[in-house]
């Protein structure tokens, strides 16, 4: 199972708000709910995040094998 809790850990250090995330970088409120529920995510909002937060894939999602 793919799970985004290390993505509101960075947003943290990075001192970024979901608000900043929907209002500077067009974000939706659709995309972000799912990550919250850990849905399915396009590679391409994986990419932007990587990319607005200047980090890695893995700094954002983990695997765990159930």
Known sequence: ????????QTLKEKN???Y??????H?????LDR???NGNVSTYTLNQLCEILDCDLF???EYRKD
């Not at 900043?20 to 970088?25: A, D, Q």
């Not at 974000?27 to 995309?31: A, E, L, N, V």
């Open 1 to 8: 199972m793919i799970l985004y809790d290390k993505l509101w």
């Open 16 to 18: 970024i708000s979901q």
């Open 20 to 25: 900043k995330l929907i209002k500077t970088y």
């Open 27 to 31: 974000i939706s409120t659709g995309q």
């Open 35 to 37: 990550l919250r529920k």
């Open 59 to 61: 700094d954002i999602i």
